[in-house]
């Protein structure tokens, strides 16, 4: 899944949350949406780290220039 539909599923359980669930489905929910959540940090640290990647190779051209 993609980091798009995670957080759109993210989006959707947080409006169920606010619904009068039961407990049980509640919990279940919220199990879910801390899993997509870790997700989805995961993904983004991964993009934060290729994109220092990038910076580090930029500087060294405009250092070489």
């Known amino acids: 899944m993609k980091l798009e539909e995670k957080l ?9 949350l606010e619904g009068d669930l039961p407990l049980e489905k509640a919990l279940q929910l ?10 989805c940090l995961e ?6 780290g290729k ?3 990038i910076q580090e190779k930029l500087r060294g051209i405009t250092d070489e220039e």
């Open 8 to 16: 759109a599923k993210l989006d959707k359980i947080a409006t169920q």
């Open 30 to 39: 919220f199990e879910e949406s801390v899993k997509l959540a870790n997700e």
């Open 43 to 48: 993904t983004l640290n991964d993009c934060k």
């Open 51 to 53: 994109l220092t990647v």
